[in-house]
């Protein structure tokens, strides 16, 4: 492997924009702060590890279960 590779003439991947989508999601302070703490013990960004584990719900077809049982 070289020590230096030479991008100057590198073009951009024209199917990037094609593999993931910008959006906007509401998320508890928590949930952001839990996802933040995991990325930097395995060290890479929340939002991608994030993702990783949203992916992995749909491959597996996992279901949140909605039966809320009120507080108090």
Not at 47 to 60: P, S
Request: charge should be positive.
């Amino acid at each position: 492997m070289r020590k230096n590779y030479d991008f100057s003439r590198g073009t951009k991947n024209p199917h990037a924009k094609h593999l993931k989508k910008q959006v906007t999601i509401r998320l508890e302070q928590a949930t952001i702060d839990y996802f933040k703490a995991l990325a930097d013990d395995v060290g890479i960004p929340y939002q991608t590890l994030i993702n990783l584990y949203l992916r992995d719900c749909v491959a597996a077809n996992r279901r949140i279960s909605l039966d809320w049982k009120p507080e108090g």
